[in-house]
């Protein structure tokens, strides 16, 4: 399946993710009819992906964190045993959309009690991932490419970010990602719930 991570075996996660996202569902009282009109997903999508029939894409899972008001990394985290304070980079989780070219490491550990977490992502040449909203409106986001260049739109501006060079906005809209050189593109991206 699509998400893998080395203290957990890639299965195990997504059931737990599964099972998770259900719990949200519950823990609000939404049917799977209210959370499809919340974020405009099938409610037979919702279904299998509550019931860990299918993964989701990095655009799924970022529609459920919106409606959920939670970053990727707390989500990705709840599914999680308790996160160490250090994490050698061999047990950083990573999760994988292959249909977009997504590649994502949390390489800090998120904990509920805190409000900024480091992410590393990878896009291969090609990849265009969009997000409709951002996961908690206002997030604060660095994005400081380490290798590679990166195309991203957010809130109706676009910028083009190359090796060393670092953007940083508070998001609020819409938001899109492209790997705009030959190669590959790595960044690092900061976020700090407000």
């Known amino acids: 399946m699509g998400t893998s991570s080395t203290s957990v075996a890639p299965d195990e996660v997504d059931t737990r993710l599964a099972a998770r996202l259900a719990e949200l569902r519950a823990e609000r009282g939404w049917s799977l009819e209210e959370l499809a009109r919340r974020t405009g997903v099938s409610r037979s999508t919702l279904s299998r992906l509550e019931h860990a029939e299918i993964s989701p894409t990095a655009a799924l899972l970022n529609k459920l964190c ?90 109706g501006q676009g910028h083009e970010v190359r090796a060393g060079d670092c953007l940083r906005f508070r998001l609020w809209g819409r938001s899109r990602f492209r790997c705009v050189g030959p190669g590959p593109v790595r960044y690092a991206l900061v976020v700090v719930l407000p």
Do not use: C
């Not at 950083?92 to 994502?104: M, N, P, T």
């Not at 991932?129 to 908690?136: A, G, T």
């Open 66 to 155: 919106a409606a959920y008001e939670r970053t990727m990394s707390r989500l990705l985290a709840e599914v999680e045993s308790e996160p160490p304070q250090l994490v050698r980079a061999g047990d950083q989780a990573l999760w994988r959309d292959e249909a977009s070219g997504f590649v994502r490491r949390s390489v800090s550990p998120p904990h509920a009690g805190l409000r900024g977490e480091v992410v590393e992502g990878t896009l291969r040449p090609g990849a265009d991932i969009s997000y409709d909203e951002p996961p908690v409106p206002g997030v604060e986001q660095h994005i400081w490419v380490l290798e590679g260049a990166l195309r991203v739109d957010a809130n």
